[in-house]
């Protein structure tokens, strides 16, 4: 019998590991194609307009599945909106009308390489404005990102 529930604890690991990667290749799917559509549409819709339709197609395609979930936890994100509303204006609304912006004079391999390379200026902006450790952990992440740069 413990072979049985070693088959199952292996199968289950599996299929999140499968799930896990369904995920990643998804973003990475995702991401790569805001970079094309940036690039492509930058020079004929502003980029706040961009921004805009961008996120309400994302608000339309993901509610239905965040709602419950968002709405079973109201009263936490109401204890933090504020946080989440600037952290929203900032990753999101900033740096995506950014990118926008600069789809209109560059290629989608720019744009990419450019986002990719914002965990290291993340680190170094810790550093400089909050004093934050650049941890073996930080440091190790950030080759790993930078070996994705080369």
Same mark, same amino acid.
């Given at each position: 019998m413990g072979s049985a529930s070693s088959k &199952?604890?292996?199968?289950?690991?599996?299929?999140?590991?499968v799930r896990g990667s369904l995920a990643a290749l998804g973003a990475t799917i995702l991401w790569s194609g805001n970079f094309v559509i940036a690039s492509g549409l930058g020079p004929t819709i502003p980029p706040i307009e &961009?921004?805009?339709?961008? #996120?309400? +197609?994302? +608000? &339309?395609?993901?509610?239905?599945?965040?709602?419950?979930?968002? #709405?079973?936890?109201?009263?936490? +994100?109401?204890e933090h909106l504020g946080h989440l509303a600037l952290t929203g204006l900032i990753g999101i609304t900033i740096f995506n009308s950014v990118v926008y912006t600069a789809g209109r004079t560059t290629s989608a391999l720019n744009l990419s390489l450019i986002s990719i390379s914002s965990p290291l200026f993340m680190i170094l902006l810790s550093r400089w404005a909050f004093g934050e450790r650049i941890t073996l952990q930080k440091a190790l992440?950030?080759?790993?990102?930078?070996g994705g740069l080369v």
């Amino acid at each position: 019998m413990g072979s049985a529930s070693s088959k &199952l604890s292996t199968s289950k690991a599996d299929s999140a590991v499968v799930r896990g990667s369904l995920a990643a290749l998804g973003a990475t799917i995702l991401w790569s194609g805001n970079f094309v559509i940036a690039s492509g549409l930058g020079p004929t819709i502003p980029p706040i307009e &961009l921004n805009f339709y961008r #996120w309400l +197609v994302a +608000v &339309l395609a993901f509610t239905p599945f965040a709602a419950r979930v968002v #709405w079973s936890h109201r009263r936490l +994100v109401k204890e933090h909106l504020g946080h989440l509303a600037l952290t929203g204006l900032i990753g999101i609304t900033i740096f995506n009308s950014v990118v926008y912006t600069a789809g209109r004079t560059t290629s989608a391999l720019n744009l990419s390489l450019i986002s990719i390379s914002s965990p290291l200026f993340m680190i170094l902006l810790s550093r400089w404005a909050f004093g934050e450790r650049i941890t073996l952990q930080k440091a190790l992440g950030t080759l790993v990102v930078l070996g994705g740069l080369v």
